[in-house]
């Protein structure tokens, strides 16, 4: 069983500035296993801090936390609270206590145990592929020792303490993600984190509307180099725009390793010959930063396309930043899988469907499409569809984005456009429809994920053996349950035998 850093109870009070304190005698020297902010995972042997909500206070889990099996409970002060952890201390023998701002405390604390491990930190942030890397580059580290790494997509304000608060005593290395949507918002979590290595997996036209311009962006991300101390190293995309910009934030001393998955001769690291199947993806491995024996090894991931192979080149650059065995964690690579939704592939029925539904925003559309045109279609033929919903967070100049979105597909030869929820005239799908339509495409418009289904399983036109689909929006679109449903209903058709309940489509 790995073990977190485990501190004295004291020394987190100490820490976050407790105001009010309760509990059995001698209940500070206790040493906490860890701290969460979930009363309803395990909370066995850890302090549990109570985040108040819009419309609870932080005192309304406390108790069910205490059952769980917590050793004590640091809520935010406020009317009756004393009262309610003053009755729980006495009836269930725990130490309670409260501060001014929990989040502010969970901070505080997730410092403390920073300053005390002895692993290496990676921080990634970057406006694509932050938690595909993310879970790349723990892989990779993987074959080299300890890793921790941050759980799902835990990169904002609480995210990040968490995954501090996680790190292992025996850990050799800790990936941090770090997202953003308004500007300040990365420089306190790097600041933070202390990373020894700063990756950016690119700068694109992601949270306009909170970060407003792609300088605005570039800003954002660039707070995670600038946090860089004169030792640290910062991994950035030889093919993003933007990396001078970010170049220039780092201290003196620090470090640069560059990447390129459009192999870009002037970088550390780069990806030649690429080739991309609906099985994956192979390249050549090439760079100054890449050891000689390894240079020029072709290389095979279980990943879709040129922006997946930007996401391990930038896991390698980080392996090569740490000076692990390069070799070992190229070994790892056959390990690979794809995060739920994120370029997840299937086929059933002849019919592949690529799932990227996770997440959108104009550069990653971009790199669907041109994956999607990359992809060949089966042994007996068979038309590329793109399936788009809205691209969220793009303030102002949504519409003109949408309908370059819309230009895009004309340019890289889709076949078929399925553009999918509402379209009213001024709206952005509607102007991604105008886009596609002006430029030769004859898209189709669904409402709903009800008349998405019927297009693309319906006997008139539907998706035939040899079609390559490929799902992509944000996530407020919902575009992932249309994917799950599309991908149910081939599987189930083809295999008529199995249980079909949930994957029936009205048609």
Not at 87 to 93: F, P
Not at 398 to 417: C, F, N, Q, T, W
Not at 477 to 503: F, I, K, T, W, Y
Request: aromatic letters at 2%; one cysteine or more; proline letters at 4%.
């Amino acid at each position: 069983m790995r073990l977190v850093i485990a501190v004295r109870l004291a020394d987190l009070y100490a820490a976050c500035g407790v105001r009010w304190t309760a509990g059995p005698e001698g209940a500070s020297e206790v040493l906490i296993d860890g701290v969460t902010t979930d009363s309803r995972g395990d909370v066995d042997g850890k302090l549990f801090v109570g985040i108040p909500g819009p419309r609870f206070d932080g005192a309304r889990f406390a108790a069910a936390a205490v059952e769980g099996g917590a050793r004590a409970v640091l809520v935010e002060e406020g009317a009756g609270v004393e009262e309610v952890l003053s009755s729980l201390a006495e009836a269930e023998g725990v130490a309670v206590a409260t501060c001014a701002d929990a989040v502010a405390a969970l901070g505080a604390m997730a410092a403390l145990v920073r300053g005390r491990s002895k692993a290496r930190v990676v921080g990634i942030t970057g406006s694509c592929g932050k938690t595909s890397t993310k879970e790349i580059l723990a892989t990779l580290l993987g074959a080299t020792g300890e890793v921790c790494a941050s759980r799902a997509s835990f990169n904002n304000h609480i995210g990040v303490p968490l995954t501090l608060l996680g790190v292992t005593s025996t850990a050799r290395s800790l990936i941090v993600e770090i997202g953003t949507n308004h500007p300040g918002e990365i420089a306190p979590l790097a600041a933070l984190a202390r990373p020894d290595v700063a990756i950016v997996t690119n700068v694109g036209r992601s949270h306009l509307e909170g970060l407003g311009s792609i300088a605005g962006v570039a800003r954002e991300k660039g707070a995670l180099v600038a946090a860089l101390s004169g030792e640290g190293t910062a991994v950035l995309n030889a093919d993003c725009a933007s990396t001078p910009e970010l170049r220039a934030r780092a201290a003196n001393g620090v470090r640069l390793i560059t990447f390129s998955a459009a192999g870009r001769a002037d970088a550390s690291l780069q990806a030649g010959e690429l080739e991309v199947s609906a099985s994956g993806t192979r390249f050549t491995l090439e760079g100054d930063a890449v050891p000689g024996p390894l240079r020029g090894r072709r290389v095979t991931v279980p990943l879709l396309g040129e922006h997946a192979v930007a996401n391990v080149l930038a896991g390698l650059a980080a392996i090569v930043a740490m000076g692990e065995d390069l070799e070992a964690a190229l070994g790892a690579l056959p390990l690979l899988r794809p995060a739920p939704h994120r370029l997840e592939v299937s086929t059933a029925l002849g019919v592949t469907v690529i799932d990227d539904a996770y997440n959108a925003n104009p550069e990653s559309v971009a790199a669907a499409t041109r994956l999607l045109a990359r992809v060949q279609p089966g042994e007996r033929g068979g038309r590329r569809w793109l399936v788009l919903g809205e691209m969220g967070e793009l303030g102002p100049g949504s519409p003109a984005l949408h309908r370059e979105a819309g230009e895009l597909v004309a340019k890289e030869g889709i076949d078929r456009l399925l553009v999918v929820g509402p379209a009213e005239a001024g709206d952005p799908l509607a102007a991604l429809l105008e886009g596609a339509r002006s430029s030769g495409v004859a898209a189709e418009h669904a409402r709903s994920m009800d008349d998405g289904a019927r297009r693309l399983l319906g006997p008139a036109d539907g998706l035939l053996e040899g079609d390559v689909v490929l799902f992509k929006a944000s996530r407020a679109a919902g575009l992932e349950a249309l994917a799950d449903q599309v991908r149910a209903s081939l599987h189930a058709r083809a295999n008529p035998s199995l249980d079909r309940r949930g994957a029936e489509v009205l048609l």
